[in-house]
């Protein structure tokens, strides 16, 4: 990334300036905001990378922010200064806040509402990693599959993020858990959080004879009455084989593409009684910001418990915030990576 020079009163932020992958970012110096009413402003100590990162920075996602902005969903940090009318946070407090965008910045302003409180073990790079995976493997689990204790909950993308704190979480709550991942190196990091059984599968092109091999795969470590809930992260060629192993009356979950839009013949879900159900987390907060605040509660509260804990695997300055995206694409890291201040 090029970078400017140092001039007082401004902070360093990562800006995208133009559509394009993580080599476009940019390293500048920009002016310290001031919260409006209603928002705070957060010293900000980490930064959770994430998958629409780079989905937003090429134009690909469902937000197309102005540009110049700054990429970056999550961040954890310090609350250094209020808006009027904000009676929670304080300055001072310790807060883990969803933003959408505009996190790899070394000061970030937001929404009180949006902020949440960081458990006093939680140190700042777990909470910079936790939100956007836990929140939205709950959502898919609790609000929008119902996982019950004793179910079969198959996992693809296994390795990243949100499947590993899917495969804590169906844990958590009781399932029997088949996680799915493309190396053996995520595989093992999913069998340490509790995944009963492991599905290595292929990357690049599958063709018509590999998903069969897959969804024969899944079938059998999904067991004779198949996957009672299958949370598909990856898509691509792999949703179809997925769609094969789900039991009767099933729930198909579909919370993200990370091999690209699937085509699933609709023959399945009638053959099967099963339903396919999106997972719009981000959107779910907004509807509904009470149950976002009772679910980060519940989260905390298993975390404390050491029930789950967000797997950070690789580290990065913000200077770095290129090379970390890069590590994402190439689908390189398990578990999280995150930008420490």
């Known amino acids: 990334m090029t970078q400017a020079s140092e001039p007082q009163d401004t902070m360093a932020a990562v800006l995208s300036e133009k559509a394009g992958g993580p080599e476009t970012l940019a390293l500048r110096r920009v002016p310290i905001p001031e919260p409006a009413p209603g928002q705070v402003r957060i010293r900000v100590r980490a930064v959770g990378i994430n998958y629409p990162d780079l989905l937003i920075i090429d134009d690909r996602y469902q937000y197309r922010p102005e540009r110049p902005f700054s990429p970056g969903a999550e961040v954890s940090g310090i609350v250094e200064a209020v808006g009027e009318a904000v009676s929670w946070p304080c300055v001072g407090d310790r807060v883990m806040a969803m933003l959408g965008w505009g996190g790899m910045a070394e000061y970030v302003c937001v929404d009180a509402a949006r902020c949440s409180p960081i458990p006093d073990s939680m140190p700042y790079d777990d909470a910079a990693a936790f939100l956007m995976a836990y929140c939205t493997a709950y959502h898919a689990l609790r609000d929008r599959s119902t996982l019950r204790q004793g179910e079969t909950l198959l996992v693809l993308g296994a390795g990243g993020g949100v499947g590993l704190a899917a495969v804590e979480l169906g844990k958590a709550l009781g399932a029997k858990v088949v996680a799915a991942a493309s190396t053996e190196e995520k595989l093992g ?90 997972v719009f987390w981000g959107a779910a907060m907004e509807r509904d910001p009470q149950r976002h605040h009772e679910s980060v509660a519940e ?43």
């Not at 599905?199 to 996957?227: H, I, S, T």
Request: aromatic letters at 6%; hydrophobic letters at 40%.
């Open 189 to 278: 990091i999913a069998r340490s959080l509790g995944a009963d059984e492991t599905v290595l599968y292929p990357r690049g092109e599958l063709g018509r004879e590999g998903q069969k091999r897959l969804a024969g795969l899944f079938k059998a470590a999904c067991g004779p009455d198949g996957a009672s809930v299958v949370y598909d992260a990856v898509g691509g060629e792999y949703a179809e084989p997925a769609m094969r192993s789900i039991g009767w009356q099933g729930r198909y979950l579909v919370v993200g593409f990370a091999a690209g839009v699937p085509s699933l013949p609709l023959n399945l879900p009638l053959l099967k009684g099963c339903d396919v159900r999106g």
């Open 299 to 341: 989260l905390t509260d298993l975390y404390v418990r050491r029930k789950i804990k967000p797997s950070v695997q690789r580290r990065f300055c913000l200077e770095e915030a290129g090379l970390a995206l890069n590590a994402l694409a190439a689908r390189e890291v398990s578990g999280k990576i995150v930008l420490s201040m």
